[in-house]
C-alpha cells in the first residue's frame, strides 16, 4: 500500500476553518431554501386543488416543469442565462437560492397536493354539512390533518436538499463543496480533500437520514 | 432571441443527447440489478450480509452524488494508478449512487406485501422461493413501478452533472456551443426543455402503464 505512506491528512485540520464555514453556508442555504419551498410549494399546491382550471393547469406545469429539469441546468439558467438574456443580475448565493426554491418548491408541492388528497372526501363533506363554509373546511379539517402526514416527505425532501446544494458550488456558492474543492486546487492534495469531503456530508447527512426514518415510522398513518 | 443557433448545430447537441440517453439507460439497467441483489438481501437475506447492504444504502444516500461522482473519478488513480474514462465513471457513479435509493424501493416494495400471503403460500406447500417468485414479486413489481419511474427520472437529470468531469453529454456540449456561439438564452432554454420532456414523459408513460395495473397490485 505505497500510496497510503503518500498521504498528508494535516491539510484537513489546516483548512478546517474554511471547511466549517463552508459547512454553515451549506446549512443556511438549505434552511432558506426550505422555508421558501415550503410557502412557494404549498401555494402552488393549493392552486392545484382549488378546482378552478385556469389556476390548476398553470400550477401543474409549474410543477411538473420544475421537477423534470436538471438542477444543475437550472442552476446555470439564473447564474448565467439571465444576465446575458436580461438585466437581472443576481450575487451567486441569490441564483442558488433562486434555483434550489424553484425546485424545491415543485417537489413540496407534490407532496402537499398528495397530503390535502389523501385525506377522504367524506370529512370534508362531514364539515360542509354541519354549516363550515369550504375554505373554514380546508383549514379546520382538511389541512390539520394534512400536515401531519406532509411531515416524513417534507424530511426526505430536506435530506435530499441538503446533498444537493452541492451542485452550487459549481456557480461559485462557498458551499462545503466549493470550499473542499478550493483547498485541492490550492494543495493539490486532491485524495485526502475528496475523502474527507465524502466523510463531512456522511457525518451531517446519517443522522438526518436516520430522523427522517424514524418520522416515517412514527407518523405512519393507518386506516 | 433566435433559435437558429440550436438548429443550425443540433447534431453537436443530438451528440451529446445520445450520451445522455447512452450514460442514463446503462446506470438504469446496473442500478436496477444493484436495487434488486441489495433490496433483496435486506429484505430476505441473512443477517450479516443484510447488515452489510444496510451499510451500503446509508453511506450511499448520505454522501452527494457530485461527490461521488468526483471521488471515483480522482481516486482510483491515486490509489491503483489506474481509473475509468469520464464516461465510464459517469455511468459507475450513477450506478452506485441510484443503486442505493432503487435498493430501498425494493425492500419497501417486497415487504409490503402482506405476511398473510407469503403464510398462506407456504400452508398450501410452496417453497419460500416460489412463494417470493410467484406470489410476492409480481405484486410488489407493480407497486414499485411509480417510484422507480420517479428515481429513473433522477438518472436522467444527475447525469447533467457529469459534465463537470466533462463526460460530452448534452449539458457539455450546450456549454461547449455556448463558448462558442454566445447564446446561452437559446441553447440553454432548448436543452432544458428536451430534458423535461424526457423525464416528464418518462414518468408519464409509467404511471398510465401503472394505472391499468394497479387493480392486480393491490392485496
Known amino acids: 500500500m505505497n500510496f497510503l505512506d503518500n498521504l498528508d491528512w494535516s491539510v484537513i485540520p489546516s483548512n478546517a476553518d474554511l471547511l466549517w464555514s463552508g459547512v454553515q453556508l451549506t446549512v443556511v442555504l438549505t434552511f432558506v431554501t426550505m422555508i421558501l419551498s415550503i410557502i412557494f410549494g404549498t401555494v402552488l399546491a393549493v392552486l392545484r386543488v382549488c378546482g378552478y382550471r385556469v389556476l390548476s393547469w398553470p400550477s401543474a406545469f409549474v410543477v411538473n416543469f420544475f421537477r423534470s429539469v436538471p438542477l444543475l441546468l437550472l442552476l446555470f439558467w439564473v447564474f448565467y442565462v439571465l444576465p446575458a438574456t436580461t438585466d437581472i443580475r443576481l450575487s451567486p448565493f441569490l441564483a442558488a437560492l433562486v434555483g434550489l426554491s424553484a425546485c424545491g418548491s415543485a417537489y413540496v408541492a407534490e407532496v402537499i397536493r398528495a397530503g390535502i388528497l389523501s385525506i377522504r372526501k367524506g370529512q370534508r363533506e362531514a364539515a360542509l354539512a354541519l354549516g363550515m363554509t369550504r375554505s373554514k373546511a380546508f383549514l379546520r379539517i382538511t389541512m390539520p390533518q394534512a400536515v401531519r402526514r406532509v411531515i416524513p416527505p417534507l424530511a426526505t425532501i430536506w435530506v435530499s436538499l441538503f446533498k444537493d446544494t452541492s451542485l452550487v458550488s459549481t456557480i461559485g456558492v462557498a458551499d462545503l463543496s466549493h470550499a473542499a474543492l478550493s483547498v485541492r486546487a490550492q494543495t493539490f492534495r486532491v485524495f485526502e480533500i475528496l475523502t474527507a469531503l465524502a466523510v463531512i456530508y456522511l457525518l451531517l447527512a446519517y443522522p438526518q437520514a436516520k430522523l427522517t426514518d424514524w418520522l416515517h415510522r412514527r407518523l405512519r398513518v393507518e386506516e | ?219
Open chain 2, 1 to 219: 432571441m433566435n433559435f437558429d443557433v440550436v438548429l443550425d448545430n443540433r447534431d453537436f447537441l443530438l451528440d451529446g443527447l445520445r450520451v445522455t440517453v447512452f450514460i442514463s439507460a446503462l446506470a438504469i439497467v446496473i442500478s436496477l440489478a444493484i436495487g434488486l441483489l441489495v433490496g433483496g438481501v435486506r429484505a430476505y437475506g441473512p443477517r450479516p450480509l443484510a447488515a452489510v447492504a444496510a451499510v451500503y444504502v446509508d453511506v450511499v444516500r448520505s454522501i452527494p452524488f457530485l461527490v461521488i461522482l468526483m471521488w471515483l473519478f480522482f481516486a482510483p488513480p491515486i490509489m491503483l494508478g489506474v481509473g475509468l474514462s469520464p464516461l465510464w465513471t459517469a455511468v459507475a457513479a450513477l450506478a452506485v449512487h441510484e443503486g442505493a435509493y432503487f435498493a430501498e424501493i425494493f425492500r419497501a416494495g417486497l415487504l409490503s406485501v402482506r405476511a398473510g400471503q407469503t403464510q398462506a403460500g407456504l400452508a398450501m406447500g410452496m417453497t419460500k422461493m416460489l412463494v417470493i417468485r410467484r406470489i410476492v414479486v409480481p405484486q410488489a413489481t407493480i407497486r414499485m413501478l411509480p417510484p422507480l419511474a420517479t428515481y429513473c427520472g433522477a438518472i436522467v437529470q444527475k447525469s447533467a452533472v457529469t459534465s463537470v468531469i466533462a463526460v460530452e453529454e448534452m449539458t457539455r456540449q450546450a456549454q461547449l456551443l455556448t463558448s462558442v456561439t454566445y447564446r446561452p438564452f437559446e441553447i440553454f432554454t432548448s436543452v432544458m426543455v428536451v430534458y423535461a420532456v424526457i423525464v416528464y414523459s418518462l414518468i408519464w408513460a409509467v404511471e398510465a402503464v401503472y394505472k391499468r395495473l394497479a387493480p392486480r397490485g393491490a392485496s
